[in-house]
T-cell receptor, first 116, second 113 residues
Framework: DTEVTQTPKHLVMGMTNKKSLKCEQHMGHRAMYWYKQKAKKPPELMFVYSYEKLSINESVPSRFSPECPNSSLLNLHLHALQPEDSALYLC???????????????FGPGTRLLVL | AQSVTQLDSHVSVSEGTPVLLRCNYSSSYSPSLFWYVQHPNKGLQLLLKYTSAATLVKGINGFEAEFKKSETSFHLTKPSAHMSDAAEYFCVVSQGGSYIPTFGRGTSLIVHP
């Protein structure tokens, strides 16, 4: 099973709402990632977790809060977002941290977020 | 440091003709190189990857890529395009010591009937 699942598929939220995105993998991968992708652009890395600990935060605003409750789950909590945060949010996982030994990242289908 | 350049933002081909998507990289160490495909409103799917084994790498759906160190290139090819190949393609480089893979800007492949 090489599947990464993400829920919900679509999300519409107001600027005062609190919502969460969920990502799950059952491949035994120890590294998980959140990316943000705007239309016609490559994914931009937001956060990296390794062995359930936050390894990298790419200077993401605090209105985005990641959480890794266990080795299979990754959440992204959203609060007080801005319209410019509207994008496709992609989750990925890899056996170990990407960059070490050519680890392959496996991507989920993404959550399409619209902030009104 | 590492970087990747996809030389074409758009490539347009007719169905049944060859596909060439170009990628050049820069890396301080022996790199790992990947090609991913993204269909509209979907996640990224791995097509193939190079990790210092055979320089000619075969991937899924008839795609292949050749690692050329002298030219710092990793171009993606397919002998005959299919309508279902129309998508966005990303070249990605990663290297030991950097845990952040670097994505190219993407190449949009358009396939005409």
């Amino acid at each position: 099973d090489t599947e990464v699942t993400q829920t919900p598929k679509h999300l519409v939220m107001g600027m005062t709402n609190k919502k969460s995105l969920k990502c799950e993998q059952h491949m035994g991968h120890r590294a998980m990632y959140w990316y943000k992708q705007k239309a016609k652009k490559p994914p931009e890395l937001m956060f990296v977790y390794s062995y359930e600990k936050l390894s990298i935060n790419e200077s993401v605003p605090s209105r985005f809060s990641p959480e890794c409750p266990n080795s299979s789950l990754l959440n992204l909590h959203l609060h007080a977002l801005q319209p410019e945060d509207s994008a496709l949010y992609l989750c990925a996982s890899s056996q170990a941290l990407a960059g070490a030994g050519g680890e392959t990242q496996y991507f989920g289908p993404g959550t399409r977020l619209l902030v009104l | 440091a590492q970087s990747v350049t996809q030389l074409d933002s758009h490539v347009s081909v007719s169905e049944g003709t060859p596909v060439l998507l170009r990628c050049n990289y820069s890396s301080s160490y022996s790199p790992s190189l990947f090609w991913y495909v993204q269909h509209p409103n979907k996640g990224l799917q791995l097509l193939l990857k190079y990790t210092s084994a055979a320089t000619l790498v075969k991937g899924i759906n008839g795609f292949e890529a050749e690692f050329k160190k002298s030219e710092t290139s990793f171009h993606l090819t397919k002998p005959s395009a299919h309508m279902s190949d129309a998508a966005e393609y990303f070249c990605v480089v990663s290297q030991g010591g950097s845990y952040i893979p670097t994505f190219g800007r993407g190449t949009s492949l358009i396939v005409h009937p």
